[in-house]
């Protein structure tokens, strides 16, 4: 009975300490929402500025409230990194298709779109680094530009 209560116990420490994943799966299930994915990165991208302009604001006053500071920079963390994984685990894993043969128009466009999510990789990294606001415009940059050639109009 006590090998039982023991295992039951550290069961429920293991449930209770996990994290859930609620990513997409990669089941080719044919289930996917492109747009609606390009329009949580760029609301990710909005709440970063804010979170940006927010430490700023904060930071003039004399009476500093750093646990507020502290809070708006890891919400632009946890913002940036919600930008790194619907790249990565989404688009790249799930949605870019290698393109053919090198030098055909899928290829290209392939080479185009890795690019340009690379480029939004990058700038969320660089916007997790620091408060430069010319961040906040690469990643709003390439998320546009990756939508033009993305997403057929």
């Known amino acids: 009975m006590k090998t039982f209560l023991t295992g039951l116990s550290v069961l429920a420490l293991c449930l209770t300490f996990t994290q859930k994943?609620?990513?997409h799966c990669e089941v080719p299930c044919g289930i996917y929402d492109d747009e609606m994915r390009i329009g949580m990165i760029a609301e990710?991208?909005?709440?970063i500025e804010k979170a940006v302009n927010q430490v700023e604001e904060l930071s003039k006053t004399a009476d500093k409230n750093?646990?507020?500071?502290?809070?708006?920079?890891?919400?632009?963390e946890s913002h940036a990194t919600e930008i790194q994984h619907i790249v990565t685990q989404y688009f790249m894993t799930q949605r870019i298709k290698i393109?053919?043969?090198?030098?055909?128009a899928a290829h290209t466009k392939y080479l185009t779109e890795l690019?340009?999510?690379?480029?939004?990789l990058v700038?969320?990294?660089k916007a997790?680094?620091?408060?430069?606001?010319?961040?906040i415009a690469n990643l709003r940059s390439a998320l546009k530009a990756f939508?033009?050639?993305y997403i057929k109009k």
Do not use: F, P, Y
């Open 66 to 76: 750093q646990n507020q500071i502290v809070r708006w920079v890891a919400n632009k």
């Open 115 to 120: 690019s340009l999510l690379h480029e939004l």
């Open 21 to 23: 994943a609620w990513s």
């Open 99 to 104: 393109g053919a043969e090198a030098g055909s």
């Open 147 to 149: 939508e033009a050639s």
């Open 44 to 47: 990710h991208i909005t709440t």
């Open 128 to 135: 997790k680094q620091s408060l430069d606001v010319a961040n």
């Open 123 to 125: 700038h969320a990294m």
